[in-house]
Structure formats: C-alpha cells, structure tokens
C-alpha cells in the first residue's frame, strides 16, 4: 500500500489561522484533488490531501511520498517542508508554477521534480517509484490533452471550509503574452481545452447551481467558448470566471455568455494609462473605453471583479489616488490591486533583472502585495504605501456604496464580498516587511516567515 499526501503550502498571507483570507473568500482549489484523481487504479494506494489555507500540515505525518505544488510566493515554505520530511526518509516530489518556472531552483530539494502539467508525468512518476525506477525529472510530454481524463476526487476536499467546491476548468491557458504574466513563461500560449460535452458532464453530476471556472481567459478561443456557453444554457446554473475587455466588444458572444448563466467576471484591466498597457503587452484594450466595457457587463447582467497592477515604468505617484477614484467612478463591483511582480521565468523578471533593478530573491515575498524590485519613478515603500491606500479608498463605507448602487449582483452578494475585501484592504498592513536593506533569502533551518518591520 503506497501512502501519499498531497501539500499545498501557504504564505502568511493566505495561511490557516495566521492568514488574511476568511472563509468567505475561500474556494476549493483544483490541484489536490486533480492530483488524486490521476493516481493510477492498479497502484493500491492511500492519499491524503492538505491544503495550508484551511489547516496546518502535520510535520510528522506518516506517509512513503509527499508531493507539493509550488508557487513562488510560497517555493522557501516548500523547501523548508521538504527538506524536514526527506529528513525522516519519505520521498518528496515538487511541481507546480515556479517549478515549472525555474525546475533548476526547485531539483535541489527534492527527490523529483515535475515540470509543466502532470496529467501524464505524474502517473509516470507513481508507477516508477513503485517499482524502484524513480527518476530526478518529469516533463510534460509534447501535444498533451485533457480529453478523457478521471473525474477530478472532489469528494477528498472538506467542502465545509471553502464557500464553495464547485470549482471547475474548461481550458488552460491563454492566447496573449503580457509581459508579467507567468503563463507564457511557463506553458506558452496555446491553450488546451477538454472536450465541452466532459466538462457539461462534470458539473452535472457535481449538481451545483453556482460554478466558478478557474480557466485563465474562458473567452481566448471563441469557437471554444461559444460551444461551451451553448451547452450551459440547459443546464440552468450561475457561473463565474475569468475573461478580458475584448469579450465586451463581441456582443453576439457577450449576450451568449450572460445567457449561459454567467453571473461575474474576473477582468484584468491593468492600468488606466495607454502607455503602461503597451509597456506591458496588453494594448489590446484602451483604458478609455473601461467605463462602457463596465456598464456592457453590467446591462447583461454580470458583475465585475477589475484588476489593476501598480509598479508599471508609466506610473508616477498619483497614480494610485487616479485608479481608485477610477475604480469608484466606473461602478466596478469589486477593485483589486496588485503590485507588480516579476516572477522568475517571465519576461518582465528577464528585463528588471537585467537594468539590476531586483531587490530581491527571497521567493516568499513574490506574493503581488510586497515590492521585491525598484519602480521607476518612487521608491519600493511608496509603492507598497500607495497600493494600500488604494484598498482603503475603494473599499471605505462611501466608495462601497457608490460602486454597488448599480450592480447586477445580488445584494447580499455584492454587499458580503465587499466587505470582506474591506477586511482585507485594512489589514494588509500587518503583512508587509518594508525593510529593504535587510531583505534576505529564506532560511531553510527555520520555518519561514514574515518579520513587520517598523
């Protein structure tokens, strides 16, 4: 009997207990449960999933191999759990995004790594630890697909501790190339799609009347996405995801979209300014047309989650007070800000690493609320200053109530999550480490950790 436990490490800022996020802004992530469904049938085996977000992982589990997925905010957390269970003799294998990323820092500390999508190296991988071939690396094969795979063992995720387990991905993927974005550093940018009747399947015998999709740009292959919108109008559901402006331009799809239930989106608008849209790859849309793609979405009934990155070589100091007294003006229904994040791997890293404006490799505080490079145009501390108050303005009492007065979501909705982004935007605070001359790298001795700094 193999045992295996499944890991998904947390940065302090989304950990159990010491985290930011409450329950209420939690849903159940795919990865785990994915991984668990992709374990061979003819390999006996037990599995046991933990995801940090919800509680902790025990040290002295009992299992013959870990597996964790890794992002890069949280690779050192990883490491430093790795090296304590390789420790005790149990096998550990890393994958995910920064593995996948950067395999070169992750091998180190692991007995194998997995690079790209596992749904065909990770099986690989089981069967040849099983019989003793285990190999340090496991890439993703050439012209992979998703058709035809085990339905994703959701019934191994404790639905009482996420708002929802009804998380589900029609693609990955996505067809542009912004220059901070990890996907095509990673995977490149064609995008894998399942058949749509599996993925109408899935939700049907899942029976949920409320679904997220998690797919990165739902809307990247119109084909795709048309095919999908007309299989969900029988099913009668609400769904939410993630797409870009350009859906708003394309009204046929648009209106099959919102008839297919689809009740918010997730939509990076980046930057009011031409300019940094340009700078970054994304000029594709145009900031001053955020005000009608906000009120489309809105007269078909979707609300709108608008995502905007501070940190860009066009920003100056005012332009954090201009996005938030944007994000207001413009009614969207939930503002989220980011700070700019060179993540290992993309093109953005490539060209700050280059000018040898990094301040910083200490992977833990690559988390899009900490500065780990040097702006252009104000210092590292301004930045994370002016990102924070620009979650406070959008999410004051006032803004909260002159955002929501037109939006399609329902009340209680719209009001709840407002609120707890709220909680958010005013707690941030306690999560930042602004002493830049002392940033170093992660000790992997010590379990590591945010220090504030004065």
Not at 352 to 366: A, G, H, S, V
Request: proline fraction near 6%; charge should be positive.
């Amino acid at each position: 009997m193999l045992s295996i436990a499944l890991l998904s490490p947390k940065g302090r800022l989304y950990r159990h207990k010491s985290g930011i996020f409450k329950r209420s802004l939690r849903y159940a992530p795919l990865t785990l449960p994915t991984l668990a469904s992709l374990i061979p049938p003819d390999i006996e085996h037990e599995v046991a999933l933990y995801d940090e977000g919800i509680r902790d992982i025990p040290l002295d589990l009992d299992a013959d191999l870990v597996a964790i997925t890794v992002i890069t905010g949280t690779a050192p957390r990883s490491y430093w759990l790795a090296k304590r269970f390789r420790q005790r003799g149990i096998k550990v294998v890393l994958g995910g995004p920064h593995v996948t990323l950067v395999p070169a820092d992750a091998a180190p500390h692991a007995d194998a790594i997995v690079v790209g999508y596992a749904e065909e190296s990770w099986p690989r991988l089981l069967r040849d630890l099983v019989s003793g071939k285990l190999e340090r690396r496991y890439d993703q094969i050439p012209n992979l697909g998703l058709a035809g795979l085990p339905l994703v063992r959701r019934d191994l995720v404790p639905a009482s501790h996420y708002i929802t387990t009804a998380v589900f991905e029609a693609t990955r993927g996505c067809g542009h190339d912004c220059e901070f974005c990890v996907v095509p550093a990673a995977w490149g940018r064609k995008q894998l799609q399942k058949p749509v009747e599996e993925v109408v399947d899935d939700i049907r015998r899942n029976g949920a009347r409320r679904v997220i999709f998690i797919d990165l740009n739902i809307v990247s292959d119109r084909r795709y996405a048309g095919e999908l919108f007309a299989a969900l109008v029988p099913l009668g559901i609400q769904w939410y995801g993630l797409a870009t402006t350009l859906l708003a331009r394309d009204r046929e799809l648009l209106e099959l979209c919102a008839r297919s239930g689809c009740r918010g989106l997730l939509i990076g608008l980046e930057s009011i300014s031409n300019g940094a849209l340009r700078e970054v790859r994304k000029g594709f849309q145009d900031p001053g047309d955020f005000n009608d793609v906000v009120a489309t979405f809105h007269r078909h009934g979707i609300a709108i989650q608008g995502c905007f990155v501070f940190g860009l070589d066009h920003d100056r100091p005012d332009v954090f007070q201009k996005t938030a007294e944007f994000a207001v003006d413009a009614r969207i229904d939930l503002p989220r800000f980011a700070v700019l994040t060179p993540f290992p791997g993309t093109a953005l890293h490539h060209r700050l690493d280059k000018e040898n404006r990094i301040l910083t490799r200490n992977w833990e505080l690559y988390d899009g609320q900490h500065v780990v490079f040097q702006p252009n145009h104000f210092s590292p501390e301004e930045l994370m200053r002016g990102t924070e108050r620009a979650w406070k303005h959008v999410y004051s009492y006032r803004s909260i109530a002159r955002r929501i007065w037109s939006s399609p979501a329902s009340r209680a909705v719209v009001i709840g999550a407002n609120l707890g982004y709220r909680f958010y935007a005013h707690h941030l605070h306690k999560y930042y480490n602004c002493d830049w001359g002392l940033i170093r790298g992660a000790d992997l001795e010590t379990p590591p950790t945010h220090t504030k700094v004065a």
